[in-house]
């Protein structure tokens, strides 16, 4: 479920920033896009609600990624800032979940104590 959120959370929002590179001569213009954003306060509101939610969402992968023994838990704060929040934070729902299944078994749990080999 999370992957095909991750998939249509790129797709929807890209579909908009072709466009927008469209209409200023294939470049993205960051003040351009940012000032898009809150052009009304309906578009304020929503990319302030948008950008609250990504801000949480990057203090909270480290920690959870950690804890569960997930690596490369940087990379989803670089697909926040380069794809998308609306792609990155179901990626890392998935890649969670997969990791989180691999644990049920006890002696595969992070914090497990490791047995001693002897020998």
């Known amino acids: ?12 929002t890209w ?23 809150f052009a009304n306060d309906a578009a304020g509101s ?4 948008v950008i ?5 969402f990057l203090l909270w992968i480290r920690p959870e990624a950690r804890r569960l023994g997930m690596r490369f838990w940087w990379l989803y704060g670089v697909l926040t800032v380069t794809v998308a929040f609306a792609f990155a934070f179901p990626f ?7 990791r989180l299944s691999g644990l049920d078994a006890p002696d595969r749990r992070p914090d497990a104590a490791r047995p001693v080999r002897e020998g």
């Open 1 to 12: 479920m999370y992957g095909t959120l991750a998939a249509a959370g790129a797709a929807a």
């Open 15 to 37: 579909y908009y920033n072709v466009r927008f590179m469209a209409a200023g001569g294939w470049r993205f213009d960051l003040t351009a896009f940012v000032a898009g954003g």
């Open 46 to 49: 929503l990319a302030a609600d």
């Open 52 to 56: 609250v939610a990504a801000v949480v």
């Open 92 to 98: 890392f729902l998935c890649m969670r979940e997969r």
